[in-house]
């Protein structure tokens, strides 16, 4: 074979050669991480969903750091990672979700997370004013029921429903720290006096999501319309009675609670 033809095909079969290595590179930098340690691993993972996240790609970015908290379910920094993707999507639940887990894993993590749930908070649940109208209206008159939650450890939505009804007729949102009173707001009759308790005011599902109970004042309520006798009741936080004669809140479940 004369020279220039050997010479010609050794340069296609290099050719051939560096084709078939370029072709054999990863075409995904997901195809670079290697089996290690979990954490080296993990933290490979969280260091590509960083990668993602920097793209604006953010479901890939969440599948990044999913598989790095499956590595490593103590990783807080990747629950604080897949939180701040989940909030760019607006999925605020899950943003608030691994944020509080981010937290509770780690407390020191605290400082920096915690702007971020505090904003993904205040997107998700309003702030709702004391004295919020959940459902009803107002009609001024004599006869009052004051709620004192001046002292409390909770958000309150108090709801008066006609003696033996299963409907509120009015409830109203009393925010930890303040009072309010009614002055009679519903008609003239008796009226059970329910309330509910705890944190993050849903709107849509109209309850708490982070409930602390169901209670009911047994004692019903005549809403007269005249005069100026009332009742005023002071929340702190409730507990088990001592005996029955202590008490007049008993705790319900939220299948007695009225529809709102």
Same mark, same amino acid.
């Given at each position: 074979?004369? &020279? ?12 051939? /050669?560096? &084709? ?64 701040? &993707?989940?909030? &760019? ?46 459902? *009803?209206?107002?009609?001024?008159? *004599?006869?009052?029921?004051? /709620? ?46 329910? /309330? ?39 929340? /702190? ?24």
């Amino acid at each position: 074979m004369p &020279a220039t033809t050997r010479t010609t095909a050794a340069a296609c079969l290099l050719l051939f /050669i560096i &084709a078939a290595a370029l072709c054999a590179v990863p075409t995904s930098a997901e195809m670079v991480i290697v089996s290690g340690d979990a954490h080296s691993t993990a933290a490979a993972w969280n260091d590509m969903g960083n990668g993602y996240a920097n793209q604006y790609r953010w479901d890939a970015a969440i599948d990044a750091y999913t598989r790095a908290i499956s590595l490593d379910p103590a990783y807080a920094r990747a629950y604080f990672n897949r939180g701040r &993707a989940y909030a &760019a999507l607006k999925q605020y639940d899950q943003a608030i979700a691994d944020y509080e887990h981010a937290i509770a894993i780690d407390p020191s993590q605290g400082p920096v997370v915690a702007p971020y749930l505090e904003s993904a908070l205040a997107v998700r649940y309003p702030t709702i004013p004391s004295g919020s109208l959940v459902k *009803g209206y107002w009609q001024t008159g *004599g006869q009052f029921l004051a /709620i004192d939650n001046s002292q409390g450890a909770s958000d309150l939505v108090v709801a008066l429903a006609p003696r033996g009804s299963r409907g509120a007729l009015l409830a109203v949102y009393v925010a930890k720290g303040y009072s309010h009173r009614f002055d009679q707001v519903v008609p003239q009759g008796p009226y059970d006096v329910y /309330i509910t308790f705890g944190e993050r005011w849903d709107p849509v599902t109209k309850s708490f999501v982070k409930v602390g109970g169901y209670l009911k004042w047994e004692l019903p309520q005549y809403f007269g319309g005249a005069g100026t006798q009332g009742y005023t009741m002071t929340f /702190i936080t409730w507990q088990p009675p001592g005996s029955w004669w202590s008490y007049t809140l008993t705790p319900i479940d939220r299948q007695q609670f009225p529809v709102l």
